[in-house]
């Protein structure tokens, strides 16, 4: 239920943040506003410090080593992205849809085609092709997704580099030692597929984008504990991509 899930996040705010609980325990309802206000404020600034680091940072990594894409997708403007574009287009076509189809392609630019937020683009899976006979098969395993995790979690800078442990990254300092089914929901959302579509401002109701249905849609999955052992298994393929969260300090 959506409670159990809000108490689970409440429970890891805790863990993350000592002293949290005592203090939130030993304060006045107006102050326990405040507080909760505050970490609002830093989740919403810290995520469009992220989306606005992987709008450009997007762009080096869709298009081809030694190549441009055309036409050109300025790093930092959006509205040539989406379906209006051959490279954002592939990448964000539905699974069991053929971007390759003149009739589908037509259909998605011009928005015959509304894309529901639970139908999952193929830039979630490794290679980005889908399987239909194993969906399992490559999900939520696309480089894309690794480059921005990787982005994000411990530096720019790291995308490029193997996992060493010379230094800790964005997700060491503030206490995160693996890969979480939240984060991955959180990259594959909020930031990858955003940074590919063409809109200008993220908002999670947005009706074109239907982030908050995607996002959820993600994590029920990952949530199901009839998908327990697929689901395990991509935790440790994922904490070996970027094992730098795991290495000792």
């Given at each position: 239920s959506s409670e159990r899930k809000e108490y689970a996040v409440f429970r890891e705010l805790m863990r993350?943040?000592?002293?949290?609980?005592?203090?939130?325990?030993?304060?006045?309802?107006?102050?326990?506003i405040h507080i909760a206000d505050m970490i609002q404020k830093g989740a919403n600034g810290a995520?469009?410090?992220?989306?606005?680091?992987?709008?450009?940072?997007?762009?080096?990594?869709?298009?081809?080593?030694?190549?441009?894409?055309?036409?050109?997708i300025p790093r930092n403007v959006k509205s040539g992205r989406g379906f209006n574009h051959e490279r954002t287009g592939a990448l964000l076509c539905p699974a069991g849809l053929d971007w390759g189809s003149l009739e589908t392609k037509t259909k998605l630019v011009s928005g015959q085609i509304q894309v529901a937020g639970d139908q999952w683009p193929v830039l979630l899976y490794a290679n980005y092709t889908y399987d239909p006979e194993d969906p399992w098969n490559g999900l939520?395993?696309?480089?894309?997704?690794?480059?921005?995790?990787?982005h994000i979690f411990t530096s720019p800078s790291?995308?490029?580099?193997?996992?060493?442990?010379?230094?800790?990254?964005?997700a060491r300092i503030h206490g995160m030692r693996f890969?979480?089914?939240?984060?991955?929901?959180?990259?594959?959302?909020?930031?990858?597929r955003f940074a590919l579509t063409s809109a200008q401002v993220f908002s999670r109701t947005?009706?074109?984008?239907?982030?908050?249905?995607f996002y959820n849609s993600i994590l029920d999955l990952l949530?199901?504990?009839?998908?327990?052992?697929?689901?395990?298994?991509?935790?440790?393929?994922?904490n070996r991509q970027v094992a730098i969260l795991s290495l000792p300090v």
């Amino acid at each position: 239920s959506s409670e159990r899930k809000e108490y689970a996040v409440f429970r890891e705010l805790m863990r993350m943040v000592p002293g949290l609980e005592a203090r939130l325990i030993d304060s006045s309802e107006e102050e326990v506003i405040h507080i909760a206000d505050m970490i609002q404020k830093g989740a919403n600034g810290a995520r469009a410090d992220d989306t606005k680091g992987m709008k450009s940072a997007v762009i080096d990594w869709i298009t081809p080593k030694g190549q441009t894409l055309n036409p050109h997708i300025p790093r930092n403007v959006k509205s040539g992205r989406g379906f209006n574009h051959e490279r954002t287009g592939a990448l964000l076509c539905p699974a069991g849809l053929d971007w390759g189809s003149l009739e589908t392609k037509t259909k998605l630019v011009s928005g015959q085609i509304q894309v529901a937020g639970d139908q999952w683009p193929v830039l979630l899976y490794a290679n980005y092709t889908y399987d239909p006979e194993d969906p399992w098969n490559g999900l939520l395993r696309s480089g894309l997704l690794v480059s921005a995790f990787k982005h994000i979690f411990t530096s720019p800078s790291s995308v490029e580099q193997e996992p060493r442990a010379t230094r800790s990254g964005n997700a060491r300092i503030h206490g995160m030692r693996f890969v979480t089914k939240a984060s991955i929901s959180y990259v594959a959302t909020q930031q990858v597929r955003f940074a590919l579509t063409s809109a200008q401002v993220f908002s999670r109701t947005d009706l074109v984008t239907d982030s908050e249905r995607f996002y959820n849609s993600i994590l029920d999955l990952l949530d199901d504990p009839e998908e327990k052992v697929e689901v395990d298994q991509l935790l440790t393929w994922w904490n070996r991509q970027v094992a730098i969260l795991s290495l000792p300090v």
